[in-house]
């Protein structure tokens, strides 16, 4: 469970998904977001101590997960094929619960953002195919 190559690719991983969301939500797409909210609080502010601590157990889960999952055969391909797969779960599949029931954002905005997470959760999964090719 605590394999060099899990911590590494724990570290990897965290600072790509904190500081590569960060980029994209809070420099790239703000505009665009701003444009899609339909339900999203005015006053509503992040609170960084738990996005940091939620980021780091994604990076940990997209670490340990992946290790077993490619089963030895680690590289950028498997690792980005792994990490789509959560992309597609949390950007799709609980995104489109969210406008079911709270319609934080339209439509459009929904699907940008499942689309950023396949990207996003895609890189960190290749960063750990690297990490787990160079580590075992």
Same mark, same amino acid.
């Given at each position: 469970?605590?394999?060099?190559a899990?911590?590494?690719g +724990?570290l990897i991983?965290?600072?790509?998904?904190?500081?590569?969301?960060?980029?994209?939500?809070?420099?790239? /797409?703000?505009? *665009?977001?701003?444009?899609h &909210?339909?339900?999203m609080?005015?006053?509503?502010e992040?609170?960084m101590n738990?996005? +940091?601590l #939620?980021?780091l157990?994604?990076? =940990?889960?997209?670490?340990? $997960? =992946?290790g077993?999952w /490619?089963?030895? !055969? &680690? !590289?950028? @391909?498997?690792? *980005?094929?792994f990490?789509?797969?959560?992309? $597609?779960?949390?950007?799709?599949?609980i995104?489109?619960v969210?406008?079911?029931?709270m319609?934080l954002?339209? $439509? @459009? #905005?929904?699907?940008?953002?499942?689309?950023?997470?396949?990207?996003?959760?895609?890189?960190?999964?290749?960063?750990? #195919?690297?990490?787990?090719?160079?580590?075992?």
């Amino acid at each position: 469970m605590l394999s060099r190559a899990t911590l590494f690719g +724990t570290l990897i991983g965290f600072i790509f998904l904190f500081f590569g969301g960060w980029i994209f939500y809070d420099s790239l /797409a703000t505009d *665009f977001f701003s444009q899609h &909210y339909v339900n999203m609080p005015a006053m509503m502010e992040a609170d960084m101590n738990y996005i +940091t601590l #939620g980021v780091l157990i994604e990076a =940990y889960l997209l670490s340990l $997960i =992946y290790g077993k999952w /490619a089963q030895g !055969n &680690y !590289n950028l @391909q498997s690792g *980005f094929k792994f990490g789509a797969l959560p992309g $597609i779960f949390v950007g799709l599949g609980i995104n489109m619960v969210m406008l079911g029931t709270m319609e934080l954002l339209d $439509i @459009q #905005g929904t699907l940008v953002d499942a689309a950023w997470n396949v990207v996003y959760f895609g890189i960190a999964g290749t960063l750990n #195919g690297w990490v787990f090719e160079k580590l075992t």
